[in-house]
Structure formats: C-alpha cells, structure tokens
C-alpha cells in the first residue's frame, strides 16, 4: 500500500526533485487513506445479511418506514432490487415493478386502497440514493359485494372479544357475588327489623335498600377493574339525579307512594274500621302503595288516593266506639216545654239501645214559623248497634210518647188567600142535610217495640258490609294492621 501512494504521490509533484515536497505529500495522502478506510469500516455492511424491513403495518394501516440504507454508494440496480423485494414482501400489491433511472425511482402496480399506495411512495422516498420518485401505482376499484372489509371487521370484533373474556369472567364474578350478598343484607335487614313496630312496606323499604347498597358498590368495582373510573363515579354519583328526574316526572306516583309510607306508618286508621275522608264514608279494606281501599255503606268499592287521605281530614268512627246522633221534632206552641222534654228524655233512658253516659238530652233548637222545635241528642254503642236503626226506633218512640201525653205534632202553618172571595150556596128545604164524609178509620195503636220488623232489629251491617267487602276483588297488597276491635257501624 505504501508503494501504490509513492507512486500516486511522483505522479502528483511530477518533475519536482525536492526531497522534503514528496516526502510531505507522501505523509499527506497516508493520513487521508488512514481516515477514508475508518469511515468505510464504520458503514455498516448490507447485502444478505440485512435485517429485513416489516412490512406490514398494525391494524392495516401501513406508515412510512424510516431510512432505507443500500450500499455506501446506492446504485440503481441495488434501490431498484431494494424496493421491489420490500414490495413483493408485503404481498400488498398486485404485479409491482421498479424502474430506476439516474435516481429516480419508477413505481408500477396495483393496489387495494390509497393507503398502500402512499406507503411505496414514501418507501421509495426514503431510500437511500433516491432522488425522485413517480409513484405510478393503481389503486384497484372495490367491488359492490366487497365482503373482506365486513369479514375483517367480524374478526377484529372476535378478537377484541377474545381479550375481554377474562375481564367478563371476573365482571360476572364480581355481579354474581354482589347479588348474593345484596339478598343476604335484605334478609338479614328484614329479619332484624321483624321486631320493631314498623309497618310492612318500611321494613320491606329498609332492607331492599340495603341491598341496593351492595349492588351499587359491586358495580363500582366491576367499572374500576374494567377502567372506567369515571363511568363509576357518574353512575355512583348520578343515583340522586336520576332519583330527582323520577320524581319529578313521577310526581303523582312518588307523592302517592310517600303518603302510602307515611299512612302506614302513622296508621291512622286500621283495616275494618269505619272512617271518612274526602266526602266517602266506608269500612276500609287496605292501604296499598298508591291508594286507600273503602268498602261503602251501600256495597260499593271506592279507591281514594293516598296523598288525598293524607292531607283531608279522617274521621274515624271505629276509634271510639260510642256515637251521638241527633233528631229534630216539633211541638206546638200551646205545649209546655219542659213537659215535651221530659216526656221525650224518658223515652230515651227507657230505649234499651241508648246509653245513659254520655247522658241524652232534649233541647230547645229554635222557634218555628208554627213549632218549637227541639233537637234530641242520644248516645249508642256503634260497636253492636246500627246509628240508622237505633234513629228510627228512638224518632218512633218519641212520637208515640207525645201522642200519648197529648202534645201535639203540628204542621207548618200555610195561609191560603182568594183574591175574589169564596162563593157559599145555601141548600133551602126541610130535612136537607149534607151527606155526611165517612170517618177516617186510623188503625188501633198496637204495643211498642224495640225494632219493628222494617227495622230488621238494631244491630249493627258492619259484619254484612265486611263480608262483601271479603268477596269483592280488591288490588294491591295491604300495608295496615288488621283491626282487632269488634264489628262497627
């Protein structure tokens, strides 16, 4: 080597004779031929040995490779067969031809989408040696009954399927243990409150929403091991907001459903007593979870809403059993008063239907246009007596009483006025005397009794109305106590 830059050196200084120029231009060229072969040992070498470039791009999606390096000095044969077997690697295209001509690089070939195409234009771009590239690739039409893309989408589905199933099996893992505990905390919280003096639906109430607790905290930790936090802290968080957007759109519902609570609670009345509410009188069958359930005096069933019960006003006539009822009855003015009163608080202390506490009494109502009117009070046990049939066996003995004693029962007084008179025609003859009327026949007074036959006694309808009521088909389930107390009217 040291004699091939001699001679490269006397080629260079030609007829120079100074010994000390061919020496240093000798030194010269070592030091260049020293640091040229350093630089071509540092290339790395290509050829068989070369890592081969990945073709194929993740999820089909093909992207630029990176610096494409032949040889130290890339030739066109060497970017041609270069490009063509990273072409042909892929399998991509259909028939791929490369041309290279003074660096420029000639592609040629069909492809199935844009995407490709681009991905051997920027291949080519991004050797090594290239100076241009025309990038000359066909992008094939897709056919109308094309089903590769819905078959590749199936299997990306299935894939992606694939990877889930653990976290599925531990999410249904996690539900299933949750509803299990969810069920436990409801049968214990149930059986816990059984003592307490709650009503049903509260202990139902308390122990399903101790169980909707579990549930909510094995969703939220089926949301945090899938990784969606935030998808856990909204459901956690949005339980509220959506229970206000129900009640809001629910109004009537909710409101029935809290007063159904608040009855029951509260129990105002209980199943078979007698009570009032609204303008509806009738023994009460149940309270379900949206209204109040009467059987009527007369048979019917009637359905009063909840929130109504709740804000009227009951009267419950089962609470106490004893009851006051109360009738007018006239007397004439020439009457003695007093004589009236107690010809009538006799009838009422002798009535075996009439309690004597709370005492009865007979008082002065007011002054008529043609009576003094007089209001009886009277008290009965509504517990065995009808209040209707102790009325009218009481205004009957009373009015027997009166007849009796000669105190008159008069009529309102009517004045009857002829604007032109009254015409009297006299019937002259001896002997003439007016066809006498017939006499009224009133039937003879027969002896008093307690209840007639029209009375049908003076027991209480309470257990014929609760018997209808037990026939007739009622709905809902019923959240009061059953009433221990005896029949009432």
């Not at 003074?102 to 771009?125: D, H, P, R, Y």
């Not at 629910?250 to 509260?266: G, M, P, V, W, Y």
Request: glycine fraction near 8%; charge should be negative; hydrophobic fraction near 45%.
């Amino acid at each position: 080597m040291v004699s091939m830059f001699d001679r490269v050196a006397d080629a260079c200084v030609g007829g120079c004779d100074a010994p000390e120029g061919s020496a240093l231009i000798r030194a010269t060229f070592l030091c260049c031929a020293v640091l040229m072969f350093t630089s071509v040992a540092a290339q790395p070498l290509y050829g068989s040995e070369d890592k081969p470039v990945s073709a194929k791009a993740p999820d089909n999606k093909p992207e630029s490779p990176g610096k494409v390096e032949v040889q130290p000095v890339a030739r066109d044969d060497d970017i041609r067969q270069r490009i063509a077997d990273i072409l042909k690697a892929t399998s991509w295209f259909g028939e791929p031809k490369v041309t290279v001509q003074e660096g420029i690089v000639f592609l040629k070939g069909t492809t199935e989408n844009e995407e490709s195409k681009q991905w051997a234009g920027n291949l080519a771009k991004n050797t090594e040696g290239v100076v241009a590239v025309v990038n000359q690739i066909e992008v094939a039409p897709t056919a109308v009954w094309d089903f590769d893309p819905t078959f590749q989408a199936l299997n990306d589905l299935s894939r992606g399927f694939v990877r889930l199933l653990p976290l599925i099996v531990v999410a249904v893992v996690v539900i299933a243990i949750s509803w299990i505990f969810a069920r436990l905390t409801v049968y214990v919280v149930r059986r816990g409150l059984m003592g307490r003096s709650l009503s049903q639906l509260l202990r139902e109430i308390m122990a399903r929403a101790g169980g909707m607790v579990v549930m909510l905290a094995g969703l939220y930790l089926v949301l945090r091991i899938a990784g969606l936090t935030q998808l856990a802290l909204t459901v956690v968080g949005g339980t509220g907001l959506i229970g206000l957007v129900l009640g809001i759109a629910f109004r009537d519902i909710t409101e029935n459903f809290l007063a159904s609570l608040f009855l029951s609670l509260q129990q105002p009345f209980r199943e078979g007593d007698l009570i009032e509410v609204a303008s509806v009188t009738g023994y009460v069958q149940r309270l379900t979870s949206r209204t109040t359930v009467l059987m009527t005096l007369d048979g019917n069933q009637a359905q009063v809403p909840n929130s109504t019960v709740f804000k009227s006003t009951i009267r419950n006539f089962t609470s106490n059993p004893n009851r006051r009822d109360d009738f007018i009855v006239g007397i004439g003015y020439d009457d003695s008063i007093p004589f009236a009163q107690e010809v009538a608080l006799k009838v009422l202390a002798e009535h075996p239907a009439v309690l004597n506490e709370p005492e009865p009494l007979v008082l002065v109502e007011n002054l008529g246009s043609s009576t003094v009117d007089l209001r009886v009070y009277f008290w009965l046990d509504g517990g065995r007596h009808s209040w209707l049939k102790v009325k009218s066996s009481v205004i009957r003995f009373v009015k027997r009483a009166f007849q009796d004693s000669g105190i008159s029962l008069p009529d309102e007084a009517r004045e009857v006025t002829f604007p032109h008179g009254v015409p009297v025609r006299m019937i002259e003859g001896e002997g003439a005397v007016a066809p006498a009327e017939p006499a009224e026949v009133k039937p003879a007074a027969g002896p008093e009794t307690v209840a007639t036959k029209a009375e049908a006694g003076l027991q209480s309808e309470a257990g014929e109305i609760k018997e209808q009521a037990r026939r007739s088909w009622t709905p809902g389930a019923n959240l009061l106590t059953p009433s221990s107390s005896a029949d009432t009217s």
